[in-house]
């Protein structure tokens, strides 16, 4: 069971209107769009926000079309409607719920502060989890402050990053209300509608797809303000958001607890097939006896360099065939549609080996990667090595990246390894391959 999936889908249930049960006795959401609608204006009187100049209002027409009406111009825009939602809902832009304003860069020559001020410049690096990190913050001093003081964040505002990595979305915590913000990332600022609700759409795939489609649409990948504000949002009636993000905060400490169970069970599985490498490769291994000879390791898996084989685009679908690679956590980072540049494996296996973190993954179908410092290791002879078998030798290499390097040609390659007959390799990579296929299904059976 994957726990990020399972929030994915309840999400998308969500904001399709297919989480809870229509209630007929609820006013439509054009009711809420008309306040919505009110209250611009009187912000607008107060001088709190301006009047948008194609300010966009949707409605659904008596042929069953939606209609987008701006200044006096009415457009049919069925066909650009993301996907279709209960009758009692309606579409709108971002635009229209809410103002949108950038964040601003330091001023060039200037630097950031070591010792901590009373101004936190917010990056895009600090956005995690839906939240703002407070590990690793900089500060900037009064000067720079008062520079680009008109480019903070409130805390009733959302986040959303623009550039870099696009589409993370966060609430801001009350301890980084009035603190500088990037211009890698905008703010939704005098929001009408739910705060909650706006945020639980921007974090869905849906979204999310949305958000980087657009932004790859250009030569450097980058989210504009009026990009962002044409996306599409959905707005239920005012009852059912409040019943639905009941259930997204119930579901979501549910998950919580299922997840540090999996974590949990996770770690176990990830000792025991350690004691098991141990088993075969240790120091007091009891299989040392049946050594054959002494190779390095640039030996025994010759690299390859992945520059011909990187993906171009980031703009990934489940509907595309070709799976783009980590070596990591996260593994296969999505799915693109590129024909050229594919890393074909044949009847063979390759090991992606991340040059700085040292992570490693044994493939066995073809894939893009993304990542400059994936170094693709080949078994340099198959009738004298398993390449299995290397794999696992290579989990029990200890080198710990406590700097940031590259660590395959100055840590890994001059390593000597002592290698068995490739009668006893084979007979190895059988026992530890079925060992962790049980281990891997009991970590997936809850």
């Known amino acids: 069971m994957e726990i990020e999936k399972l929030k994915q889908k309840i999400l998308d249930l969500a904001i399709r209107g297919k989480l809870v049960p229509q209630d007929p006795d609820d006013e439509p959401a054009s009711v809420l769009i008309d306040k919505i609608r009110a209250e611009k204006e009187k912000l607008i009187k107060e001088g709190k926000i301006k009047r948008d100049k194609n300010e966009s209002y949707i409605y659904k027409g008596s042929d069953n079309c939606y209609?987008?009406?701006?200044?006096?111009?009415?457009?049919?825009?069925?066909?650009?409607i993301p996907f279709e939602i209960p009758s009692t809902w309606s579409w709108q832009k971002i635009k229209a719920?809410?103002?949108i304003k950038g964040g601003k860069r330091i001023p060039k020559g200037m630097t950031f502060q070591k010792e901590k001020t009373d101004h936190i410049y917010i990056r895009v690096t600090d956005m995690k989890d839906e939240t703002i990190s407070e590990d690793n913050l900089v500060y900037i001093s009064?000067?720079?402050f008062n520079l680009i003081k008109n480019y903070t964040v409130s805390k009733e505002d959302l986040y959303v990053t623009v550039a870099g990595t696009i589409g993370r979305c966060g609430n801001v915590p009350d301890n980084f209300d009035g603190m500088n913000l990037t211009e890698n990332a905008?703010?939704?600022?005098?929001?009408?509608v739910n705060k909650e609700w706006v945020l639980t759409v921007l974090t869905s795939k849906y979204a999310i797809d949305a958000m980087n489609y657009k932004a790859h649409q250009v030569a450097q990948p980058k989210l504009s303000i009026e990009t962002l504000g044409n996306i599409f949002i959905p707005i239920p009636p005012k009852n059912e958001i409040r019943k639905i993000l009941s259930i997204i905060k119930d579901s979501k400490a549910l998950l919580s607890n299922l997840d540090k169970e999996i974590i949990s069970l996770e770690d176990i599985v990830n000792q025991t097939k350690q004691k098991i490498l141990e088993h075969f490769f240790g120091e007091n291994s009891c299989y040392k006896s049946?050594?054959?000879k002494e190779y390095n390791l640039d030996e025994l898996l010759p690299y390859e360099q992945p520059r011909p084989f990187i993906v171009n685009s980031t703009n990934y679908s489940d509907a595309y065939e070709t799976p783009v690679?980590?070596?990591?956590?996260?593994?296969?980072l999505g799915y693109t549609n590129e024909t050229e540049g594919v890393y074909d494996v044949k009847d063979s296996?390759?090991?992606?080996?991340?040059?700085?973190?040292?992570?490693?993954?044994?493939i066995d179908f073809?894939?893009?990667?993304?990542s400059s410092a994936i170094k693709i290791l080949h078994c340099s002879d198959k009738d004298k090595f398993d390449i299995d078998y290397l794999f696992y030798k290579l989990q029990r290499i200890n080198v710990i990246p406590d700097t940031h390097k590259r660590f395959w040609i100055s840590e890994y390659a001059p390593l000597k390894l002592k290698i068995h007959t490739i009668n006893e390799q084979k007979k190895i990579v059988k026992v530890i391959t079925d060992s962790f296929t049980i281990l891997d299904s009991m970590s997936k059976s809850i």
């Open 67 to 80: 209609y987008e009406k701006i200044g006096s111009n009415i457009k049919n825009i069925s066909d650009e």
């Open 97 to 99: 719920i809410c103002e």
């Open 142 to 144: 009064d000067s720079i």
């Open 186 to 192: 905008d703010k939704l600022t005098n929001l009408i």
């Open 290 to 292: 049946y050594y054959e």
């Open 325 to 332: 690679l980590t070596p990591g956590k996260s593994f296969i």
């Open 349 to 362: 296996k390759v090991i992606i080996f991340d040059d700085f973190t040292t992570a490693s993954r044994l």
């Open 366 to 370: 073809n894939f893009k990667v993304k």
